[in-house]
């Protein structure tokens, strides 16, 4: 079946240093990607954004890449805190009968800051 | 202004009994979303709902769970019997009706252990 999934199951970086985490997804008839961040005890909390009809995304200190040609999304954090120590999903939809549908979430990095 | 809450917040039942979960969305908030996530696994969508109506109950693994959302406004998912594999993390969500944004504002999550 059709999933969302990523490469690395945990990230160690230090404090300062930029992160890098990546996601595959299979499903082309998807056109809205969100990366969620969830630090313990709490649901999933919304990071950045990117559409399907977009390839790059910044907010502040992220940056969304999105690679339509190989199904390949990207969350990219500069000077990454010791606040920056969650799980991060990445996660896809598509609009459905007028509405967003379904959120398909890939397992989840678990990014953990050095000092 | 307040976000989704989730009741309990953590619920330990024998196997075989009843739970019931209770999601308030935000207030205005069409849509209404149920995901769980079992241990080690990515969390994975039960059902959907826009307003009053099961729009999508594809993810609800089977009979003995029960979602409503009478009136459009909360939601409760119940579990009747459960089992031990039921055990895992309850995720509600909400979100607009704006096409412009599919994200979803998750709740902090109840976590139910069946024993």
């Known amino acids: 079946g059709e999933s969302v999934g990523l490469h690395l199951p945990t990230l160690s970086v230090q404090e300062g240093d930029n992160s890098i985490i990546n996601c595959a997804y299979s499903?082309?008839?998807?056109?809205?990607f969100i990366w969620y961040k969830q630090e313990s005890g709490k649901g999933p909390q919304f990071i950045i954004d990117?559409?399907?009809?977009?390839d790059k995304r910044q907010g502040q200190r992220v940056t969304v890449l999105l690679n339509k040609t190989v199904k390949h999304l990207s969350l990219q954090i500069a000077a990454t805190q010791p606040g920056d120590s969650a799980v991060y999903f990445c996660?896809?939809?598509?609009?459905?009968?007028?509405?967003?549908?379904?959120?398909?979430f890939g397992a989840g990095t678990q990014v953990v800051v050095t000092p | 202004e307040a976000g989704v809450t989730q009741f309990p917040s953590h619920s330990v039942i024998e196997k075989g009994q009843t739970v019931t979960l209770r999601c308030d969305p935000i207030?205005?908030?069409?849509?209404l979303y149920w995901y769980r996530r079992v241990m080690g696994k990515e969390i994975k969508f039960l059902l959907h709902?826009?307003?009053?109506?099961?729009?999508?109950e594809s993810g609800m693994p089977n009979n003995r769970f029960l979602a409503e959302r009478t009136g459009g406004t909360y939601s409760t998912l119940k579990v009747q019997p459960a089992e031990l594999e039921d055990s895992g993390v309850y995720f509600c969500?909400?979100?607009?009706?704006?096409?412009?944004?599919?994200?979803?504002?998750f709740g902090q999550g109840t976590r139910l252990t069946v024993v």
């Open positions: 969500a909400s979100s607009q009706s704006t096409p412009g944004r599919g994200d979803a504002f």
């Open positions: 499903n082309s008839a998807s056109d809205y």
């Open positions: 990117i559409r399907s009809n977009m």
């Open positions: 996660a896809e939809t598509a609009m459905w009968y007028g509405s967003w549908g379904k959120l398909q």
């Open positions: 207030s205005g908030h069409d849509n």
């Open positions: 709902f826009v307003k009053e109506s099961k729009q999508d």
